[in-house]
């Protein structure tokens, strides 16, 4: 008969519901509140034991984290090389390794600070039981029981998750302390709270504040010296000698005292170190930003755009910019000389901007938004907007040469008038000279006013807005006959970015300040990157830079080849009405650069121009900031037609012509006619006598011409403004 265990269980069941008075069952009646009050605390025990293996549920740091934990030091800025530029934020500390702090000081802290701490494991119990009678005594707290690891475990990874004193602040440090010392010898240990460590005044680390009380580095201190530096982590502020000699002196003692009871140092040394005389350095010790870089205020104002309190909550983090080092050096120079040149010229506080970026990426090289580091505050180069005058019309040019006219084009440079609303609006040529029959190349390198308004008016000058927006200016250009002069507004930014299409072929591209944003471990925490698009035509960009080399060759922009800049240059002047701004944007195929001065609030420099005050700044940037590769060139795109030219008239070259160059043309817009600027002149002829002389040859005529430019030039460089 088999054994029927569901209906034996049923009926012990029934009867403990009919008899209450079953042993069980009373059991469970008169235990169960301790049953429950086991299992709450079973379950607290799991809960509280997994908040501390966690860290308060906020997550302990890896153990890669605090192997590579350094203290921060402001993070850093670097260049496109790796160059170090200067730090993201001004932390008044400087990280040293353990080696370079004298025996002497590491022994003054450990014998004030932690006696035990080669001997304990982080948790110096004796410490805390010897801690716990003084101040039961004392009737308070009166000394602490914190090792040197729990001051690391303290400053160096718990703020960021628990301010102020609490007891679960204190379990969580305790935690923190057990995982430090199993991940970290004790010298590391010893090297980081020498880094930690506050010690008053804003000094951060022993190196900080040798500096700041010393006016020396942590190496060179004396053991009297040590000692005054190990006094401070009890109260920093008032054992400061800046604050108060008489208490760090006491203090001082007291520390040198305790070093000659643990064996460190003897009775002798101790005596002579507590009778020296506490010298202060004079001058507080505060990072130094008197030379630093214009640009990098710029730079931070990015990174708090990107990620706002990016240092705070990932440590010492690398800013990548695209900045050149010796660029931004020599851009900085550039503003700051010729600004104050300028200034005293004029008897004001000029103001300038420079812009400089590579063509074919849009990476900013250098950036100045003003003559004096920025502090949050008015960039200049991406902010300040002001008229570009003459720096505009190769957007003319461009408009033109996209609807089919050419660099040979005739156009007539002669006085002009307009009916604008029942005005008449008379734009002139600088100086009031005036051409007759001029090629677009020829008005281009003179920067004839009449002309341009010409060819604005031929191609419309909506045509002329959307060829500058296509390139790159994003502020609003007035649909007005004077757009044509540059009387619009743009930025520094903007105009120079808008010239990278002539440099690189049609592409326009967005610039760029920061490639990436690393944490101290290598992660990426924000990236950028390279934007290109087509907006011209490659033969028209290479027809409009062969224009704008003359006006560099021989035209307006011609100072800067009076300072010896040599190779393919390309770039055009600006100048507002009445000198109020002055304009120099000039490129080569690695780099396009802007210039700018003038005053703040807009008025008159006086008889300034681009070419007199601007080009000579760009000269002098580009020789000192930029290495350009000597075999860097622009080549002409696939379906051009070669000619020779005269490059001053842009027609043919013939044989009268002083220089002859090889150019590049768009199908049906090449050269057809001769030079008509170098021809033979006929034999003077003096009857005086009774004799006819023949004029000197072709060849000597050449050399006389080319020798009267050289003597106009140099007279140029001796009364230029």
Request: charged share 25%.
């Amino acid at each position: 008969m088999a054994f029927d265990f569901e209906g034996r269980r049923e009926r012990f069941r029934a009867r403990l519901r009919r008899d209450p008075a079953n042993p069980p069952r009373r059991w469970l009646r008169r235990h169960w509140p301790y049953l429950v009050a086991l299992g709450v605390a079973a379950t607290g025990v799991g809960v509280m034991d997994a908040w501390l293996a966690t860290c308060g549920f906020a997550g302990c740091p890896s153990r890669g984290e605090i192997r590579n934990f350094r203290p921060q030091e402001g993070g850093k800025i670097v260049d496109r090389n790796g160059k170090f530029l200067g730090r993201l934020a001004n932390i008044r500390r400087v990280n040293v390794p353990l080696g370079e702090v004298p025996k002497h000081v590491q022994e003054a802290f450990i014998a004030t600070e932690d006696r035990r701490f080669f001997d304990h494991n982080g948790l110096d119990w004796r410490g805390f039981a010897r801690a716990a009678v003084r101040n039961v005594a004392a009737g308070g707290v009166r000394e602490g029981f914190s090792t040197i690891t729990m001051q690391v475990a303290r400053n160096a990874f718990l703020q960021r998750r628990y301010n102020g004193r609490s007891l679960r602040r204190k379990l969580i440090e305790l935690r923190l302390t057990r995982l430090i010392e199993s991940e970290l010898t004790k010298p590391a240990i010893l090297e980081l709270y020498l880094n930690v460590i506050y010690l008053g005044n804003g000094m951060n680390g022993v190196e900080a504040a040798s500096r700041d009380i010393f006016g020396k580095s942590v190496s060179k201190l004396t053991l009297a010296e040590g000692a005054t530096l190990a006094a401070l982590p009890k109260a920093p502020s008032r054992y400061n000698p800046r604050v108060s000699t008489k208490r760090a002196l006491e203090r001082r003692a007291i520390v040198l005292s305790l070093m000659q009871q643990q064996g460190y140092i003897d009775e002798g040394e101790r005596s002579r170190a507590a009778n020296s005389k506490l010298r202060v350095a004079a001058d507080e010790w505060r990072p130094s930003t008197r030379n630093e870089l214009l640009a990098l205020d710029i730079v931070r104002a990015m990174v708090d755009s990107a990620l706002p309190d990016v240092l705070k909550e990932e440590g010492d983090v690398v800013v990548h910019t695209t900045l050149d080092r010796e660029a931004q050096l020599a851009a900085d120079r550039a503003i700051l000389r010729h600004g104050q040149s300028i200034s005293r010229a004029v008897g004001g506080a000029i103001q300038g901007a420079l812009v400089a970026l590579d063509p074919a990426t849009g990476d900013l090289r250098a950036v100045v938004g003003g003559r004096q580091p920025l502090r949050r505050g008015f960039n200049r180069a991406f902010s300040a907007k002001r008229q570009p005058g003459s720096a505009f019309k190769p957007f003319v040019y461009a408009a033109a040469l996209a609807g089919g006219l050419g660099e040979g084009t005739p156009v007539d440079d002669e006085p002009i008038e307009m009916d604008i609303d029942g005005r008449i609006w008379r734009p002139a040529n600088y100086g009031d000279e005036y051409s007759g029959r001029v090629t677009f190349r020829q008005a281009l390198e003179k920067s004839a006013n009449a002309a341009t308004i010409r060819v604005s008016q031929a191609v419309g000058p909506g045509r002329v807005i959307e060829a500058a927006h296509r390139n790159g200016i994003r502020s609003q250009l007035p649909n007005v006959p004077s757009i044509a002069l540059g009387a619009a507004e743009v930025t520094p930014l903007e105009l120079v970015t808008a010239y990278a299409p002539f440099a690189n072929g049609g592409m326009r591209v967005k610039p760029r300040l920061i490639t990436s944003i690393e944490a101290p471990d290598g992660t990426v925490l924000w990236a950028s990157e390279v934007e290109r698009t087509a907006v011209m035509d490659p033969r028209d960009a290479y027809e409009l830079t062969s224009m704008l080399r003359a006006v560099v060759d021989y035209g307006t922009g011609h100072v800067v080849r009076d300072y010896g800049i040599k190779g393919p240059v390309a770039g055009k002047t600006g100048t507002t009405n009445n000198g109020t701004d002055v304009w120099f944007v000039g490129y080569t195929p690695t780099l396009v650069a802007g210039i700018w001065f003038g005053y703040d609030q807009p008025r008159s420099m006086g008889a300034a121009s681009g070419g007199r005050l601007a080009a000579p700044a760009w000269a002098d940037f580009y020789r000192y900031g930029w290495k350009e590769d000597r075999t860097s060139q622009w080549l002409p795109p696939d379906g051009m037609i070669m000619r020779v030219i005269d490059p001053e008239s842009g027609q043919l070259a013939t044989e009268y012509c002083p220089t002859r160059t090889r150019e590049f043309f768009k199908p049906g817009r090449e050269p057809n006619a001769p030079c008509e600027l170098h021809t033979y002149t006929e034999p003077e002829v003096w009857a005086e006598a009774g004799e006819v002389e023949q004029g000197p040859p072709p060849q000597v005529r050449r050399e006389v011409d080319n020798i009267r430019k050289q003597i106009g030039r140099a007279l140029g460089r001796i009364f230029r403004f």
